[in-house]
C-alpha cells in the first residue's frame, strides 16, 4: 500500500534529535505521505546529535500558521530540549491534543512523550520512551515497557534512535493499515 494521500505533521523546535527527525520524514515521504515539519517558529530548526549540534532543518509550516485538522497523523521526535520547550507552548500542547482526542495515529520518539504527558493523552496507553521518562509516564498514567517499539491503538512510541528502523515500519504499517481519519 502507498501513503499518497496521508498527510503528516512532525512537531520539533530547536535541539531535537536529528535522526529522529530526518529517517522517519525519509521513510514517510519514501512511502509516500506528504510530510510538514511544524515548529513555533519559521525558518530552520537545530538539531542535535546526541549532545552536539548537527544538522538545521527546513520548517515548512509555522505552529502559528497551522491548524492540527490540515494533518492525518502526527510524529513527535525527541532530544530533550525540543519537547522540553513545546511542553510550554499552550498551542504545541494543543496540537497534540487535537490528534489523541481525534483518535489520529501519533508517532513519538524518546523525550518526545513530555509534551503528550502536558497534553494528558498517556493515562492507560501502553507505551515506551527513553528511560529517564519511566517515572513521568507512569506518574501520568501511562503503562509504561522497555521495549524498541510499542504499538497501542493509533500511538506508536520508541525509546532512541537505535529503535529507528522498528519504529519507522510500525508507523507506516499502522497508516497503511488502519482507517486514518483523513483531514478536512
Request: proline share 5%; glycine share 6%.
Amino acid at each position: 500500500m502507498s501513503l499518497d494521500s496521508i498527510k503528516v505533521a512532525i512537531l520539533a523546535s530547536d535541539r531535537f534529535e536529528l535522526a529522529e527527525l530526518e529517517q522517519p520524514l525519509k521513510a514517510l515521504r519514501q512511502a509516500g505521505a506528504t510530510v510538514s515539519v511544524v515548529s513555533p517558529h519559521g525558518g530552520e530548526i537545530q538539531g542535535m546529535n546526541h549532545h552536539d549540534l548537527g544538522n538545521k532543518v527546513k520548517v515548512d509550516r509555522a505552529l502559528s500558521d497551522t491548524r492540527p485538522d490540515e494533518f492525518d497523523a502526527l510524529m513527535l521526535p525527541g532530544g530533550v530540549a525540543n519537547p522540553d520547550e513545546l511542553r510550554t507552548m499552550p498551542r504545541a500542547v494543543a496540537f497534540v491534543k487535537h490528534f489523541a482526542d481525534a483518535g489520529k495515529p501519533i508517532g513519538v520518539i524518546c523525550h518526545g512523550s513530555w509534551t503528550m504527558v502536558e497534553a494528558d493523552v498517556v493515562k492507560d496507553r501502553h507505551m515506551t520512551s527513553w528511560p529517564s521518562l519511566k517515572t513521568d509516564l507512569l506518574n501520568a498514567g501511562a503503562r509504561w515497557v522497555d521495549q524498541e517499539v510499542v504499538v497501542d491503538q493509533n500511538l506508536v512510541s520508541s525509546r532512541k534512535p537505535d529503535d529507528l528502523p522498528a519504529f519507522n515500519k510500525a508507523f507506516i504499517e499502522l497508516l497503511e493499515h488502519r482507517g486514518v481519519r483523513k483531514a478536512a
